[in-house]
């Protein structure tokens, strides 16, 4: 099971921005699914932002698209949600994820970080 560290949530403005960064404890590369997720309080759990090997593109929530960007870095073992243009709705806990379906299968989420924007 890989695990998986957040950093980078905090306090913003509407209008600010923030980079999350998700650091694996092994290669995060040998899944064929990883991403971006969040929920807010009374909310169920949402995708972000997810890749999936194969695809030459992210697969992004309406609410976020042209306002956020997925990026990894293969040398850090890390992926990285870059967030501009934040609102209020922005507010919500956010979690990576990483994926498996062939053996060793795994299913593994970081331990979240608040993300709060203030009007």
């Known amino acids: 099971q890989v695990q998986l560290v957040e950093s980078g949530g905090g306090l913003v403005q509407a209008g600010g921005s923030l980079r999350l960064s998700c650091v694996g404890s092994d290669t995060i590369f040998s899944s064929n699914e990883m991403g971006w997720y969040r929920q807010s309080p009374g909310k169920q759990r949402e995708l972000v932002a997810v890749r999936t090997y194969g695809d030459s593109s992210t697969r992004y929530a309406d609410s976020v698209k042209g306002r956020f960007n997925f990026s990894r870095d293969y040398d850090k073992n890390t992926m990285y949600l870059q967030m501009t243009m934040l609102t209020p709705d922005d507010t919500a806990v956010y979690y990576c994820?990483?994926?498996?379906?062939?053996?060793?299968?795994?299913?593994?989420w970081g331990q979240g970080t608040q993300v709060t924007v203030s009007s």
């Open positions: 994820n990483v994926k498996r379906s062939y053996p060793p299968i795994y299913d593994s």
